[in-house]
């Protein structure tokens, strides 16, 4: 599990735990786990979170940033 903060310019659309996230990258899609590597991309189209409870939401983006250091994921959208 690692903490997730999911925002746009608008609100706070997540902040919690969760065990797994997908993203669209320009280079395809790529699945952040818990004790990712450090990284940082430019997202678009859909994210989705598998959350705390195994419950899998999803969002429809525009465009976006993702940040990571392993125990936290920040995420900048715009919807």
Same mark, same amino acid.
Request: glycine content about 6%; some cysteine.
């Given at each position: ?9 608008? &609100? *706070?659309?997540?902040?919690? /735990?969760?065990?797994?996230? =997908? ?9 952040? @786990? ?9 997202? &678009? *189209?859909?994210?989705?979170? /598998?959350?705390?409870?195994? =419950? ?9 940033? @993702? ?13």
């Amino acid at each position: 599990m690692f903490n997730l903060v999911l925002i746009s310019d608008e &609100e *706070k659309i997540f902040d919690g /735990k969760a065990s797994e996230v =997908n993203v669209l990258t320009e280079e395809g899609p790529v699945t952040i @786990l818990s004790q990712h590597e450090p990284y940082m991309t430019k997202i &678009e *189209k859909r994210v989705s979170i /598998k959350k705390e409870n195994e =419950n899998i939401e999803e969002f429809d983006i525009v465009d976006g940033f @993702l940040y990571t250091n392993g125990e936290l994921c920040y995420i900048v959208v715009d919807r």
